[in-house]
T-cell receptor, first 116, second 112 residues
Framework: EAGVVQSPRYKIIEKKQPVAFWCNPISGHNTLYWYLQNLGQGPELLIRYENEEAVDDSQLPKDRFSAERLKGVDSTLKIQPAELGDSAVYLC??????????????FGPGTRLTVT | GENVEQHPSTLSVQEGDSAVIKCTYSDSASNYFPWYKQELGKRPQLIIDIRSNVGEKKDQRIAVTLNKTAKHFSLHITETQPEDSAVYFCAARDNQGGKLIFGQGTELSVKP
């Protein structure tokens, strides 16, 4: 079974430019997460989807970040415009369960973003 | 909201020794506690987890204990090997919507 797939793996952009990250979760996983991981720290949730619905986006900086999961499968996270402080690893994760169901979360390899 | 504290931030042990990493959480309603291992430049990988209705779980050389009263849980690795060297993250899942709150990570170094 394929794991969570993310692309690109690495991205270098200049500040003020837009950037987009793509994630394809494990087949059949209803819930998809986007996390931000700064160097030397644990992942922090940006947004959580159950199918195509964003059920928790309270930590997503909506002035510059946006996300979508139109058909409830793959998802795109966008930053426009990027700032120097956005340099980090963006991780996607998915899980079979939803809401209060407890299922393991599986992570993708991440996209390492460098903003210059 | 939930807050997770993890200690120590770095841990160095000799091969064959045991390693223990401890985490505390703040929300008594949290009900699921996974541990992830992350090697440099790679994805976090789930190594073991425990639910709030269980006090201890073991998988070969890895074990996790949970004390709900004290709101802390620990990862125990026995007979450590150099390939155990990595950053380990604990996490707690809130009871409302499934969000994981991660600790700050422990960099484990196992010296041959």
């Amino acid at each position: 079974e394929a794991g969570v797939v993310q692309s690109p793996r690495y991205k270098i952009i200049e500040k003020k430019q837009p950037v987009a990250f793509w994630c394809n979760p494990i087949s059949g996983h209803n819930t998809l997460y986007w996390y931000l991981q700064n160097l030397g720290q644990g992942p922090e949730l940006l947004i959580r989807y159950e199918n195509e619905e964003a059920v928790d986006d309270s930590q997503l900086p909506k002035d510059r970040f946006s996300a979508e999961r139109l058909k409830g499968v793959d998802s795109t996270l966008k930053i426009q415009p990027a700032e120097l402080g956005d340099s980090a690893v963006y991780l996607c994760a998915s899980t079979e369960g939803r809401g209060r169901d407890i299922y393991e979360q599986y992570f993708g390899p991440g996209t390492r973003l460098t903003v210059t | 909201g939930e807050n997770v504290e993890q200690h120590p931030s770095t841990l160095s042990v000799q091969e064959g020794d045991s390693a223990v990493i401890k985490c505390t959480y703040s929300d008594s309603a949290s009900n699921y506690f996974p541990w992830y291992k992350q090697e440099l430049g790679k994805r976090p990988q789930l190594i073991i987890d425990i639910r709030s209705n269980v006090g201890e779980k073991k998988d070969q050389r890895i074990a996790v204990t949970l004390n709900k009263t004290a709101k802390h849980f620990s990862l125990h690795i026995t007979e450590t090997q150099p390939e155990d060297s990595a950053v380990y993250f604990c996490a707690a899942r809130d009871n409302q919507g499934g969000k994981l709150i991660f600790g700050q990570g422990t960099e484990l170094s196992v010296k041959p």
